[in-house]
T-cell receptor, first 113, second 111 residues
């Protein structure tokens, strides 16, 4: 399977706990994006990387959120001190540089109790 | 401020008929537009796209039309099939940067 892989598929956590998600992009893609989607809404941009450089981060993104792509391959998204409002589907996507077409993973569904 | 809007949350059509999904945008800097299709429990998958230098792009049963003066694009599916039932997202990007998505339209194609 050479598609975008996200782990875990589901995560249930208690409010105040930290969570970390992982995304493995398509190997030849140097851009990697994180989006968040809630019910009835479209994917909302969080941040994106070109290789290991984080090029843009949403101004709406809380300081509790941090993303890394240390070697320009896989990426992690960490949420510290989770809140119930963080409950959502977290989508990862990858693309070739300067190509608009995104390839999405199946997402990580986060539930904060 | 939502820059990409899909004003119809849902659309129902009969199998074999045409489905028309609409999308409006406000940002004049957008130069590339895409449609994605999403099934439950899966990520969105790319369907078709169009550059701002064109007004039409066709791929099999799917055609996207772009009206830059009206800042409007539409996706036509002809003929519609039950397997087309899904959520369709319109997205736009500027200078090959991040994509901004609408909230989606749920299409139901009835046999």
């Amino acid at each position: 399977d050479t598609g975008v892989s996200q782990n875990p598929r589901h995560k249930i956590t208690k409010r105040g706990q930290n969570v970390t998600f992982r995304c493995d992009p398509i190997s030849e893609h140097n851009r990697l994006y994180w989006y968040r989607q809630t019910l009835g809404q479209g994917p909302e941009f969080l941040t994106y990387f070109q290789n290991e450089a984080q090029l843009e981060k949403s101004r709406l993104l809380s300081d509790r959120f941090s993303a890394e792509r240390p070697k320009g391959s896989f990426s992690t998204l960490e949420i510290q001190r989770t809140e119930q409002g963080d409950s959502a589907m977290y989508l990862c996507a990858s693309s070739l540089q300067r190509k608009e077409k995104l390839f999405f993973g199946s997402g990580t569904q986060l539930s904060v109790l | 401020d939502q820059q990409v809007k899909q004003n119809s949350p849902s659309l129902s059509v009969q199998e074999g008929r045409i489905s028309i999904l609409n999308c409006d945008y406000t940002n004049s800097m957008f130069d590339y537009f895409l449609w994605y299709k999403k099934y439950p429990a899966e990520g969105p998958t790319f369907l078709i796209s169009i550059s701002s230098i064109k007004d039409k792009n066709e791929d099999g049963r799917f055609t996207v039309f772009l009206n830059k003066s009206a800042k409007h694009l539409s996706l036509h599916i002809v003929p519609s099939q039950p397997g087309d039932s899904a959520v369709y997202f319109c997205a736009a990007s500027a200078q090959a940067g991040k994509s901004t998505f609408g909230d989606g339209t749920t299409l139901t194609v009835k046999p």
